[in-house]
């Protein structure tokens, strides 16, 4: 019998409810809705275990990571069905470097620490990877702020045998895959780019964060698209009344056959937290998997999935 990926998760915000709540989903259904890999070296959706999960929130410290998922500012839909409690209380996360050892300490038993705090903290995501690196637990960072394209932290995870992800998750079917693919299509197709913009609009805790403070986000979704130099990124916006849904216009003008115009406009609606569970679950049992298997440092297999690997600008 498969051994499951003990998994401690740093935030518990949208996307850790999204996760929690998928993966129960799954495993209660059997659906196949929704997933690009069923399994992964052996491993289902539904063979993940969370043994530990770190907050800042007092409301959420003290909880079962089963009821702190729901409460405010969270507002990730419920999916349905049961939820069984998962008997793993949040703890207090780190705030500052001080506080490493403690964290340390409380991964004791985790194979993955999934960092899906706010992006653009990035001496935060260090100490959380500090943290993981200390207590021999493999590292995913899905926010935007750099830790493995710094090459101090790819090699310090080679060295201690251990895997690191990141950085900043690629959405499953998000602005940045759906426009990074209509702007490969369009040079595919011998056409030239003139000028191309997307603007996201959300109503998740995600897009409050950054519609304040974008330093980190803005560079990493550029990573995530070709055509660099010519593509607009407009400020992220927060509507309240969207909940966890997020609404993208791409616009893509180019010129064709006798430099004639071509112009394309796409609206994309997607539960933004739900992208980010869809890529999440794969990125754990790629962390997983090679853990089990002794690979350490950066996971190459893992950068399609990621909008800021290794090599991309900070
Ligand atoms: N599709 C997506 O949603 C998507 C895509 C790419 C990247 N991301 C990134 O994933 C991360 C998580 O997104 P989310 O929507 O769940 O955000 P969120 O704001 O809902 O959740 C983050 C949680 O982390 C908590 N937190 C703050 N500081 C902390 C600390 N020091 N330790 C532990 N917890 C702390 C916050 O209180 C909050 O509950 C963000 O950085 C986001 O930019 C999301």
Redo the contacts with the bound molecule.
């Keep these: 019998m498969i051994k499951r990926v003990r998994v401690a998760v740093?935030?518990?915000?949208?996307?850790?409810s999204a996760l929690v709540q998928g993966i129960a989903f799954y495993r209660h259904t059997g659906s196949l809705v929704g997933l690009r890999r069923p399994t992964i070296e052996g491993l289902g959706v539904g063979d993940i275990e969370f043994v530990a999960a770190?907050?800042?929130?007092e409301e959420?410290v003290g909880r079962d990571l089963t009821e702190a998922i729901f409460m405010v500012?969270?507002n990730f839909p419920r999916l349905g069905g049961d939820l069984p409690k998962a008997d793993v209380p949040v703890t207090r996360?780190?705030?500052d470097a001080t506080e490493v050892d403690r964290v340390a300490a409380a991964l004791a038993g985790a194979e993955v620490l999934l960092y899906?705090?706010?992006?653009g903290?990035p001496e935060?995501a260090r100490a959380?990877a500090e943290a993981a690196c200390r207590a021999g637990v493999a590292f995913i960072n899905?926010?935007?702020d750099p830790v493995a394209r710094d090459p101090k932290w790819i090699e310090r995870y080679e060295a201690a045998g251990l895997p690191l992800v990141g950085d900043?998750?690629?959405?499953q079917f998000?602005t940045s895959v759906v426009h990074d693919t209509l702007l490969r299509l369009l040079a595919e197709r011998g056409l030239t780019l003139v000028s191309s913009y997307q603007v996201n609009l959300g109503g998740?805790?995600?897009f409050r964060?950054?519609a304040e403070n974008a330093n980190t986000?803005k560079q990493s979704k550029l990573n995530a698209l070709s055509g660099a130099g010519k593509v607009e990124l407009a400020p992220l916006g927060y509507l309240p009344h969207l909940g966890s849904q997020?609404v993208a216009h791409l616009n893509v003008e180019a010129q064709g056959w006798g430099e004639t115009a071509v112009s394309l406009d796409v609206k994309l609606k997607v539960h933004?937290?739900s992208?980010?569970a869809g890529v999440n679950i794969d990125l754990i049992r790629f962390a997983a998997s090679a853990l089990r298997e002794g690979r350490g440092g950066y996971l190459a297999e893992a950068s399609a999935l990621l909008?800021s690997p290794p090599g991309t600008a900070v």
């Design positions: 740093a935030g518990v915000g949208n996307n850790t770190f907050a800042t929130s959420k500012p969270n996360g780190l705030v899906a705090a706010p992006s903290r935060t959380y899905t926010t935007s900043d998750l690629a959405s998000g998740t805790e995600d964060n950054l986000k997020k933004d937290p992208g980010a909008k």
